[in-house]
C-alpha cells in the first residue's frame, strides 16, 4: 500500500501540470470516506491513481491508452493494480472496432470490494460484442460477472431515435427495453433502459450540456440518484443502508 500511495503522489504532482484531479467524500451513517483520483496526460493515454480511505482503504494504479488504426479499427486498452483492504488485485480491459464488428472485454479480480470507487468483489469480467448489420441495425451479446451473472442479447434500431429490444437470463429469463433520443430542443439526449422478469432494473439518464442526471432503481430495492454540474457530482441512495457522494473535478490542459 506504500508503493502506490507514493506512486500517487506522485502523479498526483504530474496532474497538476497536466492531468486531472477528483476530489471527494463518500458517507454512510456513521462514516465518512474520502476519495481522490489523479491523472497525468500522455501520448495517446494516461496514468492514473484511485485512492478510497476510511475505516477500509484501498488504492490503485492504472494506465490507458487507445490506438487509431485507420481503416482498420481503434483499439483501446489499459491495466489497473490494486492493494489494500482483503489484499491485492488487479484489472485489464481491452476494446476494439473493425468494420461492422465492436468488441470490449473487460476481467478482474479484488479480494474485497470497497463501494463506490472499488465495488466488484471477487472474479469478476465482462464481455460485449455489437455487430452492424446495416447502418441502422445493430445486434449485441453480453456476458457479465459481478454482483451476479448475467447474459444478454439484443437488437437496436436507429430510426431518428434508437429504439432496443433483448431478452436476457440472470437466474431467470427477463426483457430489455432501451430508448435513447433527442428531447426539447437544446439537442438534449435521454437515454433509457429497462430490465423486467429475472433482472429488475431501471436506468435512466438525462445529458444536457453542462449538466448529467443519472437514476437507477432495482429489485430488491436499491437506487441511486446522480447529478453532474459541470465538475460538480452530486449522488445519493440505498444498498442496504442509505449513502452520499460529492466530488469535484478540476482538469489541467
Not at 166 to 180: C, E, N, V
Amino acid at each position: 500500500m506504500k508503493r502506490i500511495g507514493w506512486a500517487g503522489w506522485l502523479i498526483l504532482g504530474l496532474a497538476l501540470a497536466q492531468g486531472r484531479l477528483e476530489a471527494g467524500v463518500y458517507g454512510i451513517p456513521g462514516a465518512l470516506a474520502p476519495t481522490l483520483e489523479v491523472g497525468y496526460s500522455l501520448e495517446p493515454g494516461e496514468v492514473y491513481a484511485k485512492l478510497q480511505m476510511g475505516q477500509e482503504s484501498r488504492g490503485g494504479l492504472g494506465f490507458s491508452s487507445s490506438l487509431a488504426l485507420g481503416p482498420l479499427g481503434y483499439l483501446a486498452y489499459g491495466l489497473q493494480a490494486e492493494a489494500g483492504a482483503g489484499g491485492v488485485g488487479g484489472i485489464a480491459f481491452a476494446e476494439g472496432g473493425a468494420g461492422p464488428l465492436a468488441l470490449g472485454v473487460r476481467l478482474g479480480y479484488r479480494p474485497k470490494g470497497l463501494f463506490p470507487m472499488f465495488p466488484e468483489e471477487g472474479v469478476f469480467g465482462r464481455l460485449s460484442l455489437r455487430y452492424r448489420l446495416v447502418p441502422k441495425e445493430v445486434v449485441g451479446l453480453l456476458l457479465e460477472k459481478g454482483e451476479g451473472a448475467r447474459a444478454e442479447v439484443s437488437y437496436a434500431l436507429r430510426e431518428g431515435a434508437t429504439h432496443t429490444l433483448g431478452a436476457g437470463f440472470s437466474g431467470l429469463p427477463y426483457l430489455i427495453l432501451g430508448w435513447k433520443g433527442e428531447v426539447g430542443e437544446g439537442m438534449e439526449v435521454l437515454d433509457l433502459s429497462l430490465r423486467l422478469g429475472g433482472l429488475n432494473r431501471l436506468e435512466a439518464g438525462l445529458y444536457l450540456g453542462e449538466a448529467s442526471l443519472f437514476l437507477t432503481l432495482s429489485y430488491p430495492w436499491a437506487g441511486s440518484l446522480g447529478v453532474w454540474l459541470g465538475d460538480l457530482g452530486l449522488e445519493g441512495g440505498f444498498r442496504g443502508a442509505p449513502y452520499a457522494w460529492v466530488r469535484y473535478a478540476w482538469r489541467w490542459p
